[in-house]
Structure formats: structure tokens, C-alpha cells
């Protein structure tokens, strides 16, 4: 049987695992959430100090095209206000590379081989992010008439460091985001696994006290009604299997009891007795045999019916059964065992899926009634047509009394006194016959005598049969 395996996850509690995966959820989205937000915002304020450098290029160029290259560059180099004001730097470039006009007191900008090629108007104006002098800035090239190229500069602390206040805010709602996320989820799961929680406990009482109690409560429909509604079917099935099972033993101790009670007896007359004559004590040892046998035979039905004591499918291995040879063989064996009767037969031929074990000593049992109860010289009657086994004998009948009774086990019929056995032949007839899906019935017969009808349901299967 294949039985659930605890894995290393399910060490931490169902509540705790649930809140976990909510804080985990939420987690993962404010943490998305805050990305987001923080990328779109650098966004913006690098827009920001973008255009700001586009609109000192813009002014730098009209005054180019009004006054001329020379004048701007001679604006620059005497670092007229307004011009080359701080924060911005600015910075004229020619084509080869070298500095035309690099304000006082401002570090050289970077000249790369994209600069060079926007002063030679092989480029179009660019902006990049860069660093000058261990400052973190953003650089914009435009040409600048023929030849150069205008570099603008502008530091960007301060988009630096509104970015880094708003990331310590992001981290901070992520963080408690999670945190309630934690609790909260804690708290739902709660609620939800309170069902959950009631049926566990029940179950685990009925594990430590071995008493079922009352069936589990079922309300609603859902997946947890399912399981309490499962969980009362396994229980009533294991009830009933237990009681069964307490039955068959009162059943055996009590019917031992006699048997025991009479060899016992037996024994000690021959022990203690030393004034029996042999004959007599040839007598009591050929009692003592016989009762010795019924007993084994007795004890070998016990065991046959408490093998399969709740009534399901027979154990043993299934097999295409040819049911008329079987009986065909069974007839042949009581006729011998029972030369005093006559046994006919008329047998279609039938196959039935089952255990061949259990299908012949039912057999057996159905035929050693009849020929037990069958006057000297009597005939029994064994047929079968269609799905239907019949063994009909000319005793003296069932006492409709008895009728209901007789496939209980242990239950014998007034019929049975001063006639062998225990009473369990039809009790593993109707066991058997029910255990492969058939029904087994017994009637008067008419003109006298009993028949014992079976019916069994046929094998759909037409492969070969043994
Ligand atoms: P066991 O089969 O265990 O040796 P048994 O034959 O008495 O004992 P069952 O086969 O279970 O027990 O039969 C139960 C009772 O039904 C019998 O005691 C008998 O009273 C009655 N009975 C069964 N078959 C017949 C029959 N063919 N004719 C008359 N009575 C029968
Ligand atoms: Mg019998």
C-alpha cells in the first residue's frame, strides 16, 4: 500500500506555510511595485536636467548664429555670467579633438571619439550619462557651426539624492507591506484551517482512544465535507469489520466449547477408568477419532471464513472458471464419498471469473448437504442452465422455520440433530457465491425434498478457461 510522505516542507505548520506564501506573494509585488516607481522616477528627473542642458545649448546656438563662433567663444573664455554659470559647464570642442574653449576655473569635459565626431557633423547632438572631475553629471553634444561641437554639462547630486530618499521610502512601506502581509496571513489561514483544526482533533482522539464515537459532523459541499464524509465511510466499514470480526470469535469460542468439552471428557474416562473392558475401550478411542476430525473440520471452516470475514471480493487469484467441469468433478467426488445416493447431472456449459478454490468448496458443501440429508437410494438432481446452478435433493426438506436462517453461521436446522457438522457449510456457500458478485438462495422443492439455486454473474471475458 502506498502511504503519504511527509516532506521536509510540511515540518513548519499548514497555518504557518500559508502565511508564508501570502507574505511571499505580497512581497514579491511591492517589491515590483517599488521598482517600478523608482525606475519611472529616475526617469523623469533625468528628463528634467535634460532639457535643462537642451535649453543652455539652445541659447549658446542663437547666440552663435547672431554674433558669431568667435564671440561665443570669447563670452566663454571670459567666463561671462550667464554664460558658463555653474552648475552647468560648458565646453567647445573641435573636430580633431582639441579644446577651443574651456572656461576658467572648470574641469576639461571628456572628449571621446562621438564628440570628435559631432564637431566633423558626421554625428548627430547626443546626451549620455558620464562622470568629470569624480562627479557623477549628464553630458549633452551639439554641433556647433562647422567643425566643433558644444559640450553641456550639469552634476546630478541632487537627482542622486532625491533618488536615494525615495528609495529608502520604497524599502521601508516594502518592508511593512511584508510584515502585515505576514500577520494578516497568519490570521486568514487561521480562520480558514479552523475546520481543518475540529476534524484533526477528533481524528486524533479516535486514534489515541480506539473509539469511534459518533460520526464526524458534515456541513456543506465542499473539499473538507468530502474528506469527513470519506473519513465516516472508512470508519463504518472499519466498525463493521471489527464487530464482524468480534462476532466470528464469540461464535468459534462458543461452538469450540462443546467439542472440547465432550473430548476432554473422553479422555479422562479412558485415563482414569482402569475397569473398562477393551471392547469398551476400543469403542471410546474410535469416538475420540471421530470427534478429533469433526473438530479439524470445524477449525479448517473457522479459518476459511474469518480469511475473508468482511464480505468483499475473495481473496486468491481470479481465473476464468469453467463452473461446469468444476461441478462436473465436485459430482464425481460426493458420489464416491456417498455411494448410498444417485446423482444426475445436466450441465450447460458456463464460465464465471473467480477463485477456483472458493468456487469448489462451495460446491463441495452445497452437494454434501444434499447428499447428507438424501434418504438411502434417493437421487439429487445437479443442473445448469443459463447462469443458474441448481442442487435439488428428495430429503426431507427445510423447515421454512429454518429457511431464513440457515446460510448464518453455526446455525444447524431441526432437521440437522443426530446428523454431522457445524453449521458453517452454507455460511461459506453465501460468503463465496456473494464474494464473486452471484446470490445463492434454497425453496422447497416441488414434489419434496430442497433446492439450493446459485447464481453467478458470467465471466465477460471469453479467453481460454481451465
Ligand atoms: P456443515 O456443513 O458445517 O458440516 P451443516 O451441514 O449442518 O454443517 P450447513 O451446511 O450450513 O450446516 O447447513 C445449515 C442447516 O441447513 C443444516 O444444519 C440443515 O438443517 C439445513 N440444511 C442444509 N441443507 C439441507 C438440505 N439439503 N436438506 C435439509 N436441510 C438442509
Ligand atoms: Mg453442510
Redesign the pocket.
Known sequence: MRRGRVSPASRLSLRARLALVAAGAVAATVVGASAVVYLAVRHDLLLGVDSGLQSRATVLESRRSRHGTADVVRQLLRHAPGLAALPTATQVTEADGAVLALPPFQPPLPVTARVRAVAAGRRPAFVESATVDGTAVRLLTVPFGRGLALEVVRPVSGVESELAHLATILAVTSLAGVAIAVVLGAAVAGVALRPVRRLTRTVERMAATRDFGPPLLVSGGDELARLATSFNAVVAALDQSRSAQRQLVADASHELRTPLTSLRTNVEVLAGDERLDPAERLQLVHDLGAQLDGLA?LVA?LVELARHEDGGPAPGPRELVALDRLVATAVERTQRDHPGVRFTSRLEPLLVEGVRADLARAVA?LL???A??SPPGAEVTVTIEGAVLRVR?R????DPA?LPR??DRF??????RG?????????IVRRVVEGHGGAVS?APAAGG??E?VVRLPRASDSGAAS
Do not use: C, E
Open positions: 473440520v471452516d458443501n454434501d448437504n444434499a447428507k440429508w435433493d430429503g426431507p426438506g427445510i429454518d440457515v446460510f446455525y444447524r436446522g431441526r432437521s440437522a446428523v454431522g457438522g457445524s453449521g458453517l457449510g452454507l455460511a434454497a425434498g430442497t439450493l
